[in-house]
């Protein structure tokens, strides 16, 4: 059974530092991995979505990076800004299911 | 070309009663999935459609939880009746294929019920 795990739980930081966030996950047969944004009361937007037999992808201030082999996954903020508040959803797709960790709050102070 | 359409956007009900949510997904997406996001937890898969027809449904409490997608389009998912732990957010979301390791899921607002 595939699980996910982020770290950190929370995350809190000044505007424009550059930062990262972890996802593990303990099966390493997925075809994808994707990053989502939630803000409050809100659905999921995808961020950034890396193929199994690809290494990172890219999106402006978004860099996301993949090690299928040791199950690891981080997305880099840089310059974050206090727009980047947001929960950030880390997902595996094994099988036919997208599994998800449980998110990273992240707040940006001005 | 619009998203993933979902209602209502809030519920309150008491425990014991019934509700019913729906969800309209991307024009053409075959594959719709529902998903439970309990409070400070990820999105949990509680059912994949095909078309109508049932892809997995192993993580749908089907003594209260039922779903059905007539027409192999909209979907409604409905809980009888409702206990307190079913409070959360239901996320509706569709993939244009099933299995097609490519195809992103598109996700909905969600419905956030609460269960007095």
């Known amino acids: 059974k595939q699980e996910v795990t982020q770290i950190p739980a929370a995350l809190s930081v000044p505007e424009g530092e550059n930062l990262v966030l972890n996802c593990s996950f303990t099966d390493s047969a997925i075809y994808n991995l994707q990053w989502f944004r939630q803000d409050p009361g809100k659905g999921l937007t995808s961020l950034l979505l890396?193929?199994?037999?690809?290494r990172e992808q890219t999106s402006g201030r978004l860099n996301a990076s993949l090690d299928k082999s040791s199950g690891r996954s981080t997305l880099y903020i840089a310059a974050s800004q206090p727009g980047d508040s947001a929960t950030y959803l880390c997902?595996?797709?094994?099988?036919?299911?997208?599994?998800f960790g449980e998110g990273t709050q992240l707040t940006v102070n001005p | 070309e619009a998203g993933v359409a979902q209602s209502p956007r809030y519920k309150i009900i008491e425990k014991r009663q019934s509700v019913a949510f729906w969800c309209n997904p991307i024009s053409g997406h075959a594959t719709l999935y529902w998903y439970q996001q309990i409070l400070g937890q990820g999105p949990k898969l509680l059912i994949q459609f095909q078309n109508n027809g049932v892809v997995d449904d192993s993580q749908l409490p089907k003594d209260r939880f039922s779903a059905e997608r007539l027409k192999g389009v909209d979907s409604t998912l409905k809980i009888q009746p409702a206990k307190l732990e079913d409070s959360a957010v239901y996320l509706c979301?569709?993939?244009?294929?099933?299995?097609?390791?490519?195809?992103?899921?598109?996700f909905g607002p969600g419905t956030r019920l609460t269960v007095l």
């Open positions: 979301a569709s993939s244009f294929r099933t299995g097609a390791p490519l195809d992103e899921q598109f």
């Open positions: 997902a595996v797709l094994s099988g036919s299911r997208l599994t």
């Open positions: 890396i193929q199994s037999s690809q």
